[in-house]
């Protein structure tokens, strides 16, 4: 689970400050304001390192990848080269990390790792790593802190503190940079008696990424029929492509889920559809072949008891376009973070609010008795999904620790990032001006209208009389 988010000079941002991360963290904002850019990122963080390509710093994309960003200069605040695109990124392991002294008795765990890098223009101005840092944290304090970059000479350095690198005899070849954003070479390993340990971090870098999931905007459109051969597919795809797929893999496997301490457990595709009546969309829906042995199914759906039972292309688009971001809250594996842009997309107001309790369950969520601890990160225009979050606080449902709410708005010097201090009473003490657009402006005009409008056609009846 991310706890803690920090860019420099990509896209929009010149700088984002420390961005606390929360188990349900909301950003609101603007349309081109750069919300989305914080979350395109971490998909070009994750793509490379599923990259077998070690020398290449950051994986920009193309049009097979996660996301393509164009190039580095597109990725760069002002277009500028001779600025460096700086992030950390802190994140809560699943379990402690205890790296050992292979030469001594020393350790140190820690329960949370911070990776900082920075990545300048290179040759033919492509991105090169400059210097990447980790720290091992405990509490919250360091433990153990790890420098790997170049001198001002140019050469390659590796350092660690309070744990000592000792060099191995006989090795005396020079260290090599970092591969891509986060990795130590093998050769620059080698030359080192005792750090072995230096290949956990990285592999705890790709562990945290590998289990970023995202739902982008724009679903794909209901299908009369769906394939699903009996594979189990990661998520439900950018575009909620596999979403049946997914709900088809869940019910088989046997996965069961609560929504929360103390309640009933459900098969998975029953806890879906029991979302979904709670929402108001349907009234039961159901997933079944088109006959018996054949790999193709239809999704069936009743919209009211007495409603006949019709296929999900048949209904409004609504139900099509909310049910990946419900299944992908539920299926992504625990532990998981999972990024959203505008799931209430095609939602009635009174939808968009109730999405706010599914989301809500989702963080709480128990699967098969233990805590899934699945982290919800969702870009949002929706006052009514709002406003239900504030409720759901001042009644104790969720901790005001359990949720972070940004506000996202432009500037000359570039986007900005504004928490909003959520209270225990489910206050914003800190509202932004023109939150969600000048209310109050449209009162007053709507008003002064109708007057205008009164007054004209009193003069009018005056003078035809």
């Known amino acids: 689970m991310l706890t803690e988010l920090r860019i420099k000079n990509f896209k929009a941002w010149k700088d984002t400050g420390p961005v606390r991360m929360a188990p349900l963290t909301v950003i609101f904002g603007a349309n081109s304001a ?42 760069l605040y002002g277009h500028d080269l001779k600025t460096a695109l700086e992030f950390s ?28 890098s920075r990545i300048k223009a290179g040759k033919n101005e492509q991105p090169e790593v400059e210097s990447i840092q980790y720290q091992l944290l405990n509490a919250g304090n360091p433990v153990l802190d790890v420098d790997h970059g170049k001198s001002f000479a ?30 130590f070479s093998d050769v620059t390993l080698a030359r080192y008696q005792n750090a072995g340990f230096l290949a956990d971090f990285a592999l705890e870098t790709e562990r945290m990424l590998g289990s970023l999931y995202y739902l982008g905007p724009l679903r794909k459109h209901p299908e009369r029929t ?58 039961s829906f159901n997933i079944k072949p088109v006959a018996e042995g054949r790999k193709e199914f239809e999704v069936l759906i009743k919209t009211h008891a007495s409603a006949p039972e019709v296929k999900l292309t048949d209904v ?16 992504a594996p625990p532990n998981s973070m999972v990024w959203m842009e505008q799931p209430e997309i095609h939602l009635h107001p009174q939808v968009q609010a109730e999405l706010a309790d599914v989301f809500i369950s989702a963080v709480q969520a128990r699967e098969n008795g233990k805590p899934r601890n699945v982290q919800l990160i969702v870009e949002s225009h ?57 209310e109050m402006a449209d009162v007053t005009a709507r008003t002064l209208a109708a007057m205008r409008r009164k007054i004209k056609e009193r003069d009018a009846k005056a003078s035809s009389s």
């Open 34 to 75: 750069g919300k989305s850019s914080l979350g395109h990122l971490l998909l070009a963080l994750k793509q490379t390192t599923l990259l077998s390509d070690r020398k290449r710093a950051l994986h920009l994309g193309d049009k097979s990848s996660l996301i393509d960003l164009g190039t580095f200069s597109d990725c």
């Open 89 to 116: 990124l802190s994140w809560q392991l699943a379990s402690p990390l205890t790296v050992k002294n292979s030469l001594d008795r020393q350790s140190f765990s820690g329960k949370n790792i911070r990776l900082s």
């Open 154 to 183: 140019g050469t390659v350095t590796l350092e660690a503190a309070p744990l000592k690198l000792e060099k191995a005899a006989g090795r005396q070849w020079p260290l090599e940079p970092p591969e891509k954003f986060y990795r």
């Open 226 to 283: 769906y394939q699903w051969s009996g594979d189990t597919p990661s998520d439900v795809g950018a575009q909620g492509e596999f979403t049946i797929a997914a709900l088809l893999a869940a019910s088989a496997d046997g996965r069961k889920l609560n929504r929360g301490p103390r309640r009933p457990q459900q098969e998975f595709g029953l806890f879906i559809a029991s979302w979904l009546k709670d929402l108001g969309v349907i009234n």
């Open 316 to 331: 409004g688009f609504g139900i099509s376009q909310v049910l990946p971001a419900l299944v992908e809250a539920f299926y």
């Open 382 to 438: 929706s006052e009514h999904f709002l406003t239900r979050l504030q409720r759901r606080v001042a009644e104790g449902i969720i901790s005001p620790d359990d949720v972070a709410v940004y506000f996202c708005k432009r500037s000359e010097t570039g986007a900005e990032l504004e928490p909003l201090q959520l209270n225990l009473y489910g206050e914003i003490e800190n509202w932004p001006e023109n939150f969600f657009g000048d």
